[in-house]
């Protein structure tokens, strides 16, 4: 939780650049949310941030119907990196992968790609909404930036273009996997692989066996569905790999 006297309780993503000599003009959406959701008026205080520019405090010049204008006072947080971590998952049924990249958002990764595998049960995403769970999730869990949501693909397109520099780990339901919680190398680039409820086909495991830069992971003695697996896998990488060793935050959502 950031610690500033002045520390507002609303946040927003802008995509333009935060300085105090460049007052921020909001989109429509965004209007509508401080206006008729929060019901903020002229004077209210509004944490900015781009990915880029760190955090800032802004105050409320002008809110109407159709325009909102913000005028940019001071530096609240300057910007950190986020750790090299990606996660790719098989889109799942009922929306449930969009909970996976929500979670994803709040533990930190940078970037996450959903991939099409042979026994994938959903064989299309809509980004947009997929792009929006993110910047939402980033604007209430107090990250710096948003993550990217890089463009979906099958797992072996993927996996032949992959930067053999950065380290991926999937499940691997065969046991023979190390627990991501006591991995003995600590790669500065990495990626998990969550695969679909029904698992990697014969074919993609004896693919991803077969890469250097692809390492088993094991979760445990029970089967878990691949959006528990998703979260139970990245808490583990994220407090070996990760940046948990920062100072920490025990501020709750309300």
Not at 52 to 72: F, H, N, S, T
Not at 81 to 105: C, G, M, N, Y
Not at 198 to 206: A, C, D, I, P, V
Request: charged letters at 25%; proline letters at 7%.
């Amino acid at each position: 939780m950031a610690e500033h006297p002045d520390y507002p309780r609303t946040r927003l993503y802008i995509g333009e650049k935060l300085h105090p000599s460049e007052p921020v003009m909001l989109h429509d959406e965004q209007v509508h949310y401080l206006r008729d959701v929060l019901r903020l008026k002229p004077e209210g205080a509004v944490a900015l941030f781009n990915g880029v520019d760190g955090e800032w405090l802004g105050k409320l010049r002008v809110l109407e119907k159709k325009q909102a204008i913000l005028d940019v006072i001071s530096l609240l947080r300057p910007q950190t990196p986020t750790p090299d971590s990606w996660l790719l998952f098989a889109p799942l049924k009922q929306a449930r992968h969009e909970t996976v990249i929500e979670k994803a958002s709040e533990l930190g990764v940078r970037a996450v790609q959903a991939v099409y595998t042979k026994f994938s049960v959903v064989d299309r995403i809509n980004s947009t909404r997929l792009a929006r769970i993110l910047q939402e999730s980033s604007e209430q869990c107090e990250r710096l930036d948003v993550p990217e949501l890089l463009p979906d693909n099958k797992l072996e397109t993927v996996l032949s273009n992959w930067d053999s520099g950065r380290a991926l780990f999937y499940g691997d339901e065969s046991g023979g996997g190390e627990n991501p919680a006591s991995l003995t190398a600590c790669p500065d680039s990495w990626a998990l692989l969550i695969g679909p409820e029904g698992g990697f086909s014969h074919r993609e495991l004896q693919i991803l066996r077969g890469l250097s830069f692809a390492h088993p992971i094991s979760l445990g003695p029970r089967i878990l569905k691949a959006d528990t697996a998703a979260v139970a896998a990245l808490g583990c990488l994220m407090s070996r790999l990760g940046d948990w060793h920062h100072k920490p935050s025990f501020r709750t959502a309300s």
